[in-house]
């Protein structure tokens, strides 16, 4: 079987409905099909400032998220980055292989730069595409599942194997990217042409998943639309209906046009009373098994530590590899 691998930051106070429709739903479907490895990169939850104990916390709490939402780790590896200490060792490769102005070109570090002021900004945040790049190129995947946001930092993980491979020999899987189409992004209920994120402006255009299920409601009822009545998908004209038509169709796996027939004639009401429930009786569960689960850490732990050694196995060949085409010492 091919093999994947995808991550989810353990920032937030939970994953969000754009982590769960975005990533996770997907990733439980490729269990079927591929190996799979899903890890917790708390390495780079630090490239911004965070609280200690609450990154302890939220690393248990990501973990029990993405069992709770379907990782099964009888047949998937899951495992939290800080574990396997290759992937910061392979990171440290990569930088050097990496331009000064290619690594300043990358969106996301000059919009979270800019957030925190640029001085202010860390030289981890600078160097998080390319820990994101050993992140992957250590397993040597077939592809990578990701929401349209990673796109750009997949393609420097690309480049970057390309060219490892043609200076020092064959050593990494150029990896794909697997975007998926429809569900590749969630906006911000709030404002709709933003991405839902948990930096949102508005506390009201974000959904956790460990949210209270009322409070989701709320949140779905009073997302923002637009001053037309027809409900219709269009991403362009009416950002806030297509997204929760896409909320929806995430969910059921109803595709689009006969989702919108089955609204001819009826109000924008209709749609978020039904996108609410959709949402409610999709997240319940998962918050559920959520809070059963770190009932238990030591039990959680354990599962993490098992993945861990399992991820070391694959990684360490690579890390091996890697340091004898560059040219170290190997220590006896
Ligand atoms: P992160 O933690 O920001 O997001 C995790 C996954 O969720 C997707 N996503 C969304 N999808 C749809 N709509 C949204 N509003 C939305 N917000 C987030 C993201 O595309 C992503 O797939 N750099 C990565 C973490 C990472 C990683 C890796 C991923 C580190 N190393 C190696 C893959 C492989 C990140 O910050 O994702």
Request: aromatic share 6%.
């Amino acid at each position: 079987r091919q093999r994947l691998l995808s991550g989810m930051q353990p920032s937030g106070d939970s994953l969000h409905l754009g982590n769960y429709l975005g990533a996770l739903v997907n990733w439980v479907k490729l269990q079927d099909q591929y190996e799979c490895l899903y890890f917790i990169p708390d390495l780079h939850a630090i490239t911004v400032p965070h609280e200690p104990a609450e990154l302890l916390h939220r690393t248990r709490l990501t973990a029990a998220q993405y069992i709770a939402g379907g990782i099964d780790v009888e047949r998937s590896t899951l495992f939290v980055q800080s574990h396997v200490p290759e992937h910061a060792q392979l990171a440290w490769v990569l930088t050097c292989l990496t331009g000064f102005g290619e690594a300043s070109r990358m969106t996301q570090f000059k919009d979270k730069a800019a957030r925190h002021g640029h001085d202010a900004a860390s030289a981890g945040l600078f160097m998080y595409p390319m820990l994101m790049a050993a992140d992957i190129l250590l397993y040597r995947p077939y592809g990578v599942p990701v929401g349209e946001d990673q796109r750009q930092h997949l393609e420097l993980a690309r480049t970057l194997a390309q060219r490892f491979n043609s200076r020092f020999g064959e050593t990494f899987v150029v990896p794909e990217a697997l975007i998926p189409p429809t569900s590749a992004k969630i906006y911000d209920l709030q404002n709709p042409t933003a991405k839902m994120s948990k930096s949102a402006e508005s506390p009201n255009g974000l959904i956790n998943l460990l949210d209270d299920p009322k409070a989701t409601a709320k949140k779905i009822k009073s997302a923002v639309t637009d001053a037309e009545t027809v409900v219709r998908f269009d991403r362009e004209a009416k950002p806030g209906v297509s997204n929760l038509l896409t909320i929806i169709s995430t969910i059921t796996g109803e595709d689009m046009d006969s989702l919108v027939a089955s609204y001819e004639g009826k109000m924008y009401g209709h749609l978020k009373t039904d996108v609410a429930q959709v949402v409610v009786d999709a997240v319940a569960p998962i918050k559920a098994r959520t809070e059963e689960l770190l009932t238990d850490p030591s039990e959680l732990d354990r599962l993490l530590a098992r993945g861990a050694a399992k991820a070391r196995e694959i990684a360490s060949r690579t890390l091996a590899d890697v340091y004898e085409r560059v040219g170290f010492l190997p220590a006896l």
